[in-house]
C-alpha cells in the first residue's frame, strides 16, 4: 500500500525575522557599551626604581639631616616680635641675631636701675671719703673754743680759792664757779669724742650698708641686662637658616608647638636609615652602604658609618609600598655623607639605602 506524500511548509515568517533582530539588538547594544568605554594607555613609570649595587642586600629608608640635626630655636620669654633678622637659606655665625622680642620696657627699667646704681657708687664715696678736711677743721675749732672755756671756768675758780670766802660776793659764788668749770670740762670731753669720731672716718657698719647698695643695685642692672639679652634670640653655632616662621609683631611664648626659626648644618650631611627588625641581625658597622636619591635624580651617594641607635623602635616612616608591614619596628643606623652641593640631596630628604648583607 502506497504512503501519502507529505507535503512541507516553511516555517512562519516570525518565526525567523524576531530572533534575527534580536541578535542583531543585542550585538548592537555590546557595540555601543564598548564603544563608549574610554581607551587608556597604560601609564609609563616616570622613573625607573632605585636598583641595589649588592647582590645580598638590606634595604632601608633613608631621611637625609643636618649633621647638627633640626635645632628649633625658640624663645624663653613670651612677648611680640619686634624684629626678624634672617631668612630662609642664610649662612649665620655663632651669636649672630636670630630675631628680637618687643624689650622697650626692659629698657627703660635699665636706664632706672643703672641710675640707681651711679648713686649707690656716690653713696658709698662719701661714705669712703670720710673724714673730710672741713669737718675735721670744724671739730678742731670745737675742741680749742671748749679748751677755752675750760681754761676760763678753772681761771676763775682759782682765783676765788686764793682769794678766800670773803672775796666772795654770795655764798653761792664758789658752788657756781665749781659747776660751770665741771660743765665747761665736759664740753670739752664731748667736743674732743667728737673729733675722735670724725677723724676714724666711717664706720665698718655704715661702710658695709653702701657697699650691700651698690651690690644690690648692681645685682639689678646685671639682671636687666640679661633679661634684655634673653629677648634677643642669637644662633647657637654656626649654622644656615633651615626655616623661619614667625614675623615681626607676632606674639609667641615659650613651650610653644611652633618652630619659629630652625637651624642646622648642612655640610656634611647624615643620613638616618631604617632597617626592618628581622634583618637587624645581619646588619655589620663595617658594611658598605650607599643612598640613592628618588624620583629619577642622578647620583649615587657612598655613606660612612657613624652610629647605631641602640634601640628598637616602632616603625613611623613608610615607603608607600603597598605590600610594606607597618606592625613592625625598626632598628635606625646614622650615616655621614658628603654634601654633593646641588639639589640632588637636601635636607629633609627620603631616599633608598642598600647596605651589603654583612653575613656574606
Same mark, same amino acid.
Given at each position: 500500500?502506497?504512503?501519502?506524500?507529505?507535503?512541507?511548509?516553511?516555517?512562519?515568517?516570525?518565526?525567523?525575522?524576531?530572533?534575527?533582530?534580536?541578535?542583531?539588538?543585542?550585538?548592537?547594544?555590546?557595540?555601543?557599551?564598548?564603544?563608549?568605554?574610554?581607551?587608556?594607555?597604560?601609564?609609563?613609570?616616570?622613573?625607573?626604581?632605585?636598583?641595589?649595587?649588592?647582590?645580598?642586600?638590606?634595604?632601608?629608608?633613608?631621611?637625609?639631616?643636618?649633621?647638627?640635626?633640626?635645632?628649633?630655636?625658640?624663645?624663653?620669654?613670651?612677648?611680640?616680635?619686634?624684629?626678624?633678622?634672617?631668612?630662609?637659606?642664610?649662612?649665620?655665625?655663632?651669636?649672630?641675631?636670630?630675631?628680637?622680642?618687643?624689650?622697650?620696657?626692659?629698657? !627703660?627699667?635699665? #636706664?632706672?636701675? &643703672? =641710675?640707681?646704681?651711679?648713686? /649707690?657708687?656716690?653713696? @658709698? %664715696?662719701?661714705? $669712703?671719703? *670720710?673724714?673730710?678736711?672741713?669737718?675735721?677743721?670744724?671739730?678742731? !675749732?670745737?675742741? #680749742?673754743?671748749? &679748751? =677755752?672755756?675750760?681754761?676760763? /671756768?678753772?681761771?676763775? @675758780? %682759782?682765783?676765788? $680759792?686764793? *682769794?678766800?670766802?670773803?672775796?666772795?660776793?654770795?655764798?653761792?659764788?664758789?658752788?657756781?664757779?665749781?659747776?660751770? =668749770?665741771?660743765?665747761?670740762?665736759?664740753?670739752?670731753?664731748? %667736743?674732743?669724742?667728737?673729733?675722735?669720731?670724725?677723724?676714724?672716718?666711717?664706720?665698718?657698719?655704715?661702710?658695709?650698708?653702701?657697699?650691700?647698695?651698690?651690690?644690690?643695685?648692681?645685682?639689678?642692672?646685671?639682671?636687666?641686662?640679661?633679661?634684655?639679652?634673653?629677648?634677643?634670640?642669637?644662633?647657637?653655632?654656626?649654622?644656615?637658616?633651615?626655616?623661619?616662621?614667625?614675623?615681626?609683631?607676632?606674639?609667641?611664648?615659650?613651650?610653644?608647638?611652633?618652630?619659629?626659626?630652625?637651624?642646622?648644618?648642612?655640610?656634611?650631611?647624615?643620613?638616618?636609615?631604617?632597617?626592618?627588625?628581622?634583618?637587624?641581625?645581619?646588619?655589620?658597622?663595617?658594611?658598605?652602604?650607599?643612598?640613592?636619591?628618588?624620583?629619577?635624580?642622578?647620583?649615587?651617594?657612598?655613606?660612612?658609618?657613624?652610629?647605631?641607635?641602640?634601640?628598637?623602635?616602632?616603625?613611623?616612616?613608610?615607603?608607600?609600598?603597598?605590600?610594606?608591614?607597618?606592625?613592625?619596628?625598626?632598628?635606625?643606623?646614622?650615616?655621614?655623607?658628603?654634601?654633593?652641593?646641588?639639589?640632588?640631596?637636601?635636607?629633609?630628604?627620603?631616599?633608598?639605602?642598600?647596605?651589603?648583607?654583612?653575613?656574606?
Amino acid at each position: 500500500m502506497l504512503q501519502p506524500k507529505i507535503s512541507r511548509r516553511f516555517p512562519p515568517f516570525r518565526y525567523l525575522v524576531i530572533p534575527v533582530l534580536a541578535l542583531a539588538g543585542v550585538g548592537t547594544a555590546i557595540y555601543t557599551v564598548i564603544a563608549q568605554v574610554p581607551s587608556t594607555a597604560t601609564p609609563q613609570a616616570m622613573s625607573t626604581p632605585p636598583r641595589s649595587p649588592f647582590e645580598n642586600r638590606i634595604a632601608g629608608i633613608g631621611t637625609v639631616l643636618p649633621s647638627s640635626d633640626v635645632i628649633s630655636v625658640g624663645t624663653v620669654l613670651a612677648g611680640i616680635v619686634e624684629e626678624v633678622s634672617v631668612t630662609d637659606g642664610q649662612v649665620v655665625k655663632k651669636g649672630e641675631t636670630l630675631f628680637r622680642i618687643d624689650g622697650r620696657q626692659t629698657r !627703660a627699667d635699665l #636706664a632706672v636701675s &643703672r =641710675a640707681k646704681l651711679e648713686v /649707690a657708687r656716690a653713696s @658709698l %664715696a662719701s661714705v $669712703v671719703a *670720710l673724714p673730710r678736711k672741713p669737718t675735721m677743721q670744724d671739730a678742731d !675749732a670745737r675742741v #680749742a673754743a671748749a &679748751r =677755752a672755756q675750760v681754761t676760763d /671756768a678753772q681761771g676763775r @675758780l %682759782a682765783r676765788l $680759792v686764793e *682769794l678766800g670766802p670773803e672775796a666772795a660776793t654770795s655764798p653761792n659764788e664758789l658752788p657756781r664757779l665749781e659747776y660751770e =668749770a665741771a660743765l665747761a670740762t665736759s664740753a670739752l670731753e664731748e %667736743a674732743e669724742a667728737h673729733r675722735d669720731e670724725v677723724k676714724g672716718g666711717a664706720w665698718p657698719e655704715d661702710l658695709l650698708v653702701a657697699k650691700g647698695e651698690v651690690d644690690v643695685a648692681a645685682a639689678e642692672v646685671a639682671r636687666l641686662e640679661t633679661q634684655l639679652e634673653r629677648e634677643t634670640v642669637r644662633a647657637p653655632f654656626d649654622s644656615t637658616v633651615l626655616y623661619v616662621d614667625i614675623d615681626p609683631g607676632e606674639h609667641v611664648v615659650p613651650g610653644s608647638v611652633q618652630q619659629m626659626v630652625a637651624v642646622g648644618v648642612l655640610d656634611p650631611l647624615h643620613v638616618r636609615v631604617q632597617i626592618d627588625e628581622i634583618d637587624a641581625w645581619r646588619f655589620k658597622p663595617d658594611s658598605k652602604a650607599v643612598a640613592i636619591p628618588r624620583g629619577g635624580a642622578p647620583g649615587e651617594f657612598t655613606l660612612k658609618f657613624l652610629r647605631v641607635i641602640p634601640l628598637i623602635v616602632p616603625k613611623k616612616l613608610l615607603s608607600g609600598d603597598s605590600a610594606e608591614r607597618v606592625d613592625v619596628r625598626i632598628l635606625e643606623i646614622e650615616y655621614e655623607l658628603a654634601n654633593p652641593g646641588t639639589m640632588a640631596l637636601l635636607a629633609g630628604q627620603v631616599v633608598d639605602v642598600f647596605i651589603a648583607d654583612g653575613t656574606d
